[in-house]
């Protein structure tokens, strides 16, 4: 917590409130920060502007100090209602429905007279009724205490699955195809499987949950060769993870494991083999080198994208 934030806790909610439903009159009419800067806060923000006629304002606060990032892929997102959910917020920033807080580190939060006054450092937003912190999660273990995990220190997903899901380097689709192998843990028969699995990782998809579940079962029931053959291709998010400074279109142009996109006439592939057919199967062979302990790129055949295609995971630890 920061500094006076467990002392305002009944001014603060963490996660995604029913603004429109069971919350609406704790901010029907009230001044709200929101906190964050991921699509938890998206549809935070989205609620909040449906009650803007009520009076309610609208304050958001993001670490980033280049805004234009934030908003996704907008038209480019092959998940249609994810992008218009970036676009919506980008246009409510515009017309001054929403006062951005850009490069905005919480330091402290302290209660007045006039409302709750968050901190960075010396900086200080306008005192506000209701503050909704949409920073992230971790999972809870306690229940697996006394179980031999494997968990990776900074994800807190298991070991095997943590850099093909590391936000550093994934953040637009290109999540490799993975099941029982990589969920696997020194615990006998033991998987989580769903948003669990992927720790504090913020790049689950519902569909990654339905084929981890397929493969584990397959594997629980003895069918190893259906639980590694594992057929996952995730929709792009139509903006790739970078240094934080490029434009929405550099940013698209971008492969998402740190090499320019490969270019369709191109003969050779960024990592060595044929041209890939997609972005992203540069990065699952990347993320596969890497995380079989090669320096990654130049580590064979480029894995196709094509949903047609088979996807094999071989994994020997």
């Known amino acids: 917590p920061a500094l006076g934030e467990s002392a305002a806790a009944a001014r603060i909610y963490y996660g995604i409130p029913d603004v429109l439903g069971r919350d609406r009159e704790r901010y029907i009419g009230k001044r709200v920060l929101v906190v964050g800067s991921g699509h938890s806060a998206f549809n935070a923000i989205n609620d909040l502007a449906g009650l803007a006629s009520t009076g309610t304002t609208i304050a958001?606060?993001?670490?980033?100090?280049?805004?234009?990032?934030?908003?996704?892929?907008?038209?480019?997102?092959?998940?249609?209602?994810?992008?218009?959910?970036?676009?919506?917020?980008?246009?409510?920033?515009?017309?001054?429905?929403?006062?951005?807080?850009?490069?905005f580190h919480a330091t402290s939060?302290?209660?007045?007279?006039?409302?709750?006054?968050?901190?960075?450092?010396?900086?200080?937003?306008?005192?506000?009724?209701?503050?909704?912190?949409?920073?992230?999660?971790?999972?809870?273990?306690?229940?697996?205490?006394?179980?031999?995990?494997?968990?990776?220190?900074?994800?807190?997903?298991?070991?095997?699955?943590?850099?093909?899901?590391?936000?550093?380097?994934?953040?637009c689709g290109t999540v490799p195809p993975h099941g029982a192998a990589e969920l696997a843990h020194p615990e006998a028969n033991y998987y989580a499987v769903g948003m669990k699995s992927y720790g504090r990782a913020p790049t689950f998809l519902m569909m990654t949950g339905y084929e981890q579940v397929r493969s584990v079962v397959a594997a629980?029931?003895?069918?190893?060769?259906?639980?590694?053959?594992?057929?996952?291709?995730?929709?792009?998010?139509?903006?790739?993870?970078?240094?934080?400074g490029e434009s929405p279109e550099t940013a698209a142009a971008a492969s998402c494991c740190g090499t320019p996109a490969?270019?369709?006439?191109?003969s050779a592939g960024c990592c060595g083999g044929p041209a890939p057919q997609g972005v992203s199967a540069c990065c699952v062979q990347d993320a596969d080198a890497k995380a079989a302990g090669e320096a990654g790129c130049g580590?064979?055949?480029?894995?196709?994208?094509?949903?047609?295609?088979?996807?094999?995971?071989?994994?020997?630890?």
């Open 60 to 103: 958001w606060a993001i670490r980033s100090g280049v805004p234009d990032g934030q908003y996704g892929g907008g038209s480019n997102d092959q998940l249609p209602k994810r992008g218009e959910l970036g676009t919506r917020i980008r246009q409510l920033v515009g017309d001054g429905t929403i006062a951005l807080e850009a490069g």
């Open 299 to 317: 580590c064979g055949q480029a894995i196709h994208a094509d949903s047609d295609l088979e996807l094999v995971t071989v994994s020997a630890r």
């Open 220 to 244: 629980l029931t003895g069918d190893i060769a259906g639980s590694l053959d594992v057929r996952l291709v995730l929709p792009e998010t139509g903006v790739c993870s970078g240094g934080g």
């Open 262 to 266: 490969p270019q369709p006439e191109t």
């Open 109 to 171: 939060v302290r209660q007045t007279p006039e409302g709750v006054v968050v901190a960075a450092g010396e900086r200080e937003i306008r005192p506000v009724d209701e503050v909704i912190v949409a920073t992230g999660f971790r999972p809870d273990h306690q229940v697996t205490s006394e179980l031999r995990l494997d968990l990776d220190d900074v994800v807190e997903s298991p070991s095997a699955l943590s850099t093909l899901i590391d936000p550093n380097i994934h953040s």
